[in-house]
């Protein structure tokens, strides 16, 4: 079937790490606005150190993403390190060693997103990933209970993830770095949403390949 398996896994971390490579400037900028500047050049070194672990055997899509979950509290640092490893530590438990299906997907991005906000305290509106994340667990989980596949289930949460990261753009932040502007951090996009965004439009190129 379609189903997602150890390869589409593997083709997301070389679509992430390209991705966060390519937007690693348009980070650093979002977050030298609100925080301290080093989205870009985190999440470029978390990723790339990722992907150089790709050649070991996995015995699953799940043992994938726990091998990034480990890169990334290890490589990141700072406040996103521990959520994104949070984020995919929680998705490759809830996947397993199992081909994913579109169901598993949108319960892995639940998963995550709920290992996002355990870690962070943040909620919807905060102007966080989470602000990201909600929308796409939401989506995704639509849009598995219409039948779709699990490559459609990532671009419905890629796309969802997206209008989420712009909500940011008129939200006061509430929760990390940004949170000590007050007032100040309105006008601005988060920087982890914009992250997230390019975290699962890559999953679901990696599935639609
Ligand atoms: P730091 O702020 O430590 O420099 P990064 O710049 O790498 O870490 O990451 C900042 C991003 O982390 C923010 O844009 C936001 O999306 C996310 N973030 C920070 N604190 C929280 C939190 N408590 N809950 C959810 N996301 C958070
Ligand atoms: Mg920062
Ligand atoms: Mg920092």
Do not use: C
């Not at 672990?53 to 899509?61: H, S």
């Not at 406040?79 to 892995?108: C, I, K, N, Q």
């Not at 849009?143 to 990532?154: E, H």
Request: charged share 25%; net charge negative.
């Amino acid at each position: 079937g379609d189903a997602l398996d150890t390869a589409w896994a593997v083709r997301w971390v070389r679509a992430a790490a390209d991705a966060m490579a390519e937007h690693r400037r348009e980070l650093i900028d979002l977050d030298r606005a609100i925080g301290d500047g080093d989205h870009g050049e985190n999440m470029d070194r978390g990723f790339s150190a990722a992907r150089e672990k790709l050649e070991e055997e996995f015995a699953g899509p799940g043992a994938v993403l726990k091998m990034v979950a480990m890169t990334l509290m290890s490589k990141v640092g700072g406040a996103a390190g521990p959520l994104y490893g949070t984020a995919f530590l929680r998705a490759a438990t809830s996947l397993g060693d199992a081909d994913a299906s579109a169901e598993a997907v949108a319960a892995a991005l639940t998963a995550a997103r709920d290992g996002v906000v355990s870690r962070g305290k943040a909620e919807v509106g905060d102007a966080t990933m989470v602000d990201a994340w909600t929308p796409a667990v939401d989506a995704a989980t639509q849009a598995a209970s219409a039948g779709d596949s699990p490559a459609a289930v990532l671009a419905a949460a890629a796309d969802a993830a997206q209008t989420g990261a712009e909500s940011t753009d008129e939200l006061q932040a509430r929760k990390g770095r940004a949170s000590y502007l007050g007032e100040r951090s309105v006008g601005h996009r988060d920087p982890g949403a914009v992250s997230t965004v390019l975290l699962l439009r890559a999953a679901a190129d990696a599935a639609a390949t």
